[in-house]
């Protein structure tokens, strides 16, 4: 990415607080999330809403294997008290919370509505 070469910020926020890797992520760009993460992008950094590149990233099983081998924070909550377990769940990504449970998502965290994951499996007819 010629832009990294020539100066451009990979931890820059946008007026929401998203960094390009979070958005990477949430497009689910392995590979420009890779090559952010080598030039120094922060994988821990959410946005305004607590965001993180995890949570962003349910929708792939393989962005998420990445992100955690690379020291995502598993539990890391939202401004909704949610984790990346939370939305997989609702998004009917059972392989993705069978990954973050491997490594570590805590099952029994609550979101604001006081909702664990059965209860939000449970919600959602997962």
């Known amino acids: 990415m010629c832009l990294v070469k020539y100066g451009a910020d990979v ?16 497009m689910t760009h392995l590979d420009i999330v890779s090559y952010l993460v080598e030039n120094g992008a922060d994988i821990q950094r959410g946005n305004y809403n607590g965001g993180t590149c995890l949570i ?42 069978k990954v973050l449970l491997d490594h570590g998502a805590d099952p029994h965290a609550r979101s604001g509505c006081n909702d664990d994951a059965l209860q939000t499996a449970c919600l959602k007819g997962a």
């Open 56 to 97: 962003n990233s349910v929708q792939s099983v393989q962005l998420c294997l990445y992100l955690l081998q690379h020291g995502a924070a598993v539990n890391a909550k939202d401004i909704q008290n949610k984790t990346a377990l939370h939305y997989a769940i609702q998004e009917y990504r059972f392989e993705t919370s």
């Open 11 to 26: 931890n820059a926020v946008s007026d929401t607080g998203s960094t390009p890797v979070r958005s990477a992520c949430f």
